[in-house]
């Protein structure tokens, strides 16, 4: 079977993972986001305030030219209006005539180009009057420069010359670099932060799955698992929620098998120690004694009976624990079939000198109902009544129809619950230790009692006051 483990060893780790996932988008979209920053400023903002501004200067430039025909006829007068402009404007300034002839130039590597004809694109449309600014590549110097073209109008309206504005891109952007320089530490300072928040958030997701970690590993080591602290995000508190029930749920269960343990050993003990007292009996002299033999044989019968009835209380545990709990339905007279099954426990209960009662009326409906299992929830009622009555008290049994549901109703006169107490009796292996109600058996007959009603769809209620009594009752619902 191949191994599962990263072949790698990059990765390998939660935490290295959780840190990657947090700093490669930042590590990519930063230097993406400066890069576009840097290109927008540079292109469509600095490029765009410098065109303007080439423009404005260049039509300024146009206007005085206007006021001074004699610069297009008289090289000296324009190589003097050039150098005027010059020191107004950041940009090397040209005259050029209607035929694209280089006049005047504000820059000196251009004397030798005076004279002589520009080679301008589009230079038809600028000497027919049109004004142009645009960035183009020079050849000559190896840059990329703005230029602007304003055409200059005689009195005839006739175009007599053009002013040309030109600039350097290169010396924008070298004007320029001390904001990329800013731009580029701002882009480290979020790559460092990115990655210090990256490692923060990674740590605090990492710690709460350790923890989780810890605490499985510590059930698997059958140690004792502490309670995690549910905090943090909601989906990490929802998950050490569930870690914390079951938990909670896997320490139960270990008490409720140690506590099983203990009730058997305690439960099993004193019958089989009876028996065998009763066995060494009958195979010595006391065999020999009709009256006695007699006797011992029908204690013998007695602790049988008991151990019969621990090993019903296991079996329904079991039905409980898995959910196997089955049930033979079929329509049943409620009222026959209490009045076949209270005649047993009504022995019983005159038999400790308690006082019995039983209220079944007529005309009670028929039910699908598994009369067997519903007879064990209704015997392990009774005989907790009989049990745990005192002498001369009473006893009773009422059944009856209230809206959608019959109510059997088993009630005693014993020591009652105190209210603290009355939904942990329910719980297997329960017994109480203030009032001791519960000082014999294993704590099982609620539980499987209840367990019992509920499959049949209906639900067991408990009323008791201390001292006065109990009340539980059946509720079964009508089809």
């Known amino acids: 079977m191949p191994?599962?483990?990263?072949?790698?060893?990059?990765?390998?780790?939660?935490?290295?993972?959780?840190?990657?996932?947090?700093?490669?988008?930042?590590?990519?979209?930063?230097?993406?986001?400066?890069?576009?920053?840097?290109?927008?400023?540079?292109?469509?903002v600095l490029l765009d305030n410098l065109t303007a501004d080439l423009r404005g200067q260049a039509l300024l430039a146009a206007q005085s030219a206007q006021q001074k025909p004699d610069i297009w006829s008289?090289?000296?007068?324009?190589?003097?209006?050039?150098?005027?402009?010059?020191?107004?404007?950041?940009?090397?300034?040209?005259?050029?005539?209607?035929?694209?002839?280089?006049?005047?130039?504000?820059?000196?590597?251009?004397?030798?180009?005076?004279?002589?004809?520009?080679?301008?694109?589009?230079?038809?449309?600028?000497?027919?009057?049109?004004?142009?600014?645009?960035?183009t590549y020079s050849q000559r110097i190896r840059r990329e420069i703005v230029d602007a073209f304003v055409p200059v109008r005689g009195q005839d309206r006739q175009v007599v010359g053009v002013v040309r504005l030109s600039h350097r891109l290169s010396t924008v952007y070298e004007r320029f670099l001390r904001l990329r320089y800013l731009i580029a530490g701002v882009m480290v300072a979020g790559l460092l932060l990115g990655v210090v928040a990256g490692l923060f958030l990674a740590l605090n997701l990492?710690?709460?799955?350790?923890?989780?970690?810890?605490?499985?590993?510590?059930?698997?080591?059958?140690?004792?698992?502490?309670?995690?602290?549910?905090?943090?995000?909601?989906?990490?508190?929802?998950?050490?929620?569930?870690?914390?029930?079951?938990?909670?749920?896997?320490?139960?269960?270990?008490q409720m098998r140690r506590q099983l343990l203990s009730n058997l050993v305690h439960e099993l003990g004193r019958p089989l120690g009876a028996l065998e007292s009763a066995i060494h009996a009958l195979l010595g002299r006391s065999g020999r004694d009709e009256a006695l033999r007699k006797e011992l044989l029908e204690g013998m019968h007695g602790q049988v009976g008991h151990m019969r009835r621990l090993l019903d209380d296991l079996v329904g545990l079991q039905g409980q624990t898995l959910g196997t709990l089955e049930l033979h339905r079929q329509p049943t007279d409620i009222g026959q079939w209490l009045t076949s099954s209270l005649p047993s426990w009504r022995e019983a209960a005159r038999a400790k000198e308690l006082h019995w009662q039983d209220n079944v009326p007529d005309g009670l409906p028929n039910l699908q109902v598994d009369p067997d299992r519903l007879g064990q929830a209704l015997g392990n009622l009774l005989s907790n009544a009989v049990k745990y009555t005192p002498a001369k008290g009473t006893v009773s049994v009422a059944a009856g129809v209230d809206k959608n549901a019959v109510w059997i109703r088993v009630s005693d006169t014993g020591p009652g619950i105190a209210p603290e107490e009355q939904e942990r009796v329910f719980t297997p292996f329960y017994r109480s230790q203030a009032d001791q109600r519960f000082p014999q058996g294993m704590g099982l007959g609620l539980s499987i009692a209840r367990s019992l009603v509920a499959a049949h769809g209906g639900w067991l209620e408990l009323q008791s006051t201390p001292g006065k009594g109990s009340h539980f009752t059946i509720w079964l619902p009508l089809p």
């Open 3 to 44: 191994s599962l483990r990263p072949k790698g060893v990059m990765l390998r780790t939660l935490r290295q993972r959780l840190v990657l996932s947090h700093v490669l988008p930042v590590a990519i979209i930063v230097p993406l986001m400066g890069m576009a920053l840097i290109y927008m400023v540079e292109r469509h």
């Open 74 to 135: 008289d090289a000296s007068q324009a190589q003097v209006f050039v150098a005027e402009i010059a020191q107004s404007v950041d940009a090397r300034v040209m005259l050029l005539d209607p035929l694209g002839r280089l006049l005047a130039s504000s820059d000196a590597a251009d004397a030798d180009r005076l004279g002589h004809q520009l080679q301008i694109a589009n230079w038809a449309s600028i000497a027919a009057g049109e004004t142009s600014v645009r960035t």
């Open 206 to 254: 990492e710690r709460p799955l350790q923890q989780v970690n810890e605490a499985i590993s510590q059930l698997v080591r059958s140690k004792q698992a502490l309670p995690l602290p549910e905090d943090g995000p909601q989906e990490l508190a929802q998950l050490k929620h569930s870690v914390n029930t079951l938990v909670e749920r896997l320490q139960s269960q270990e």
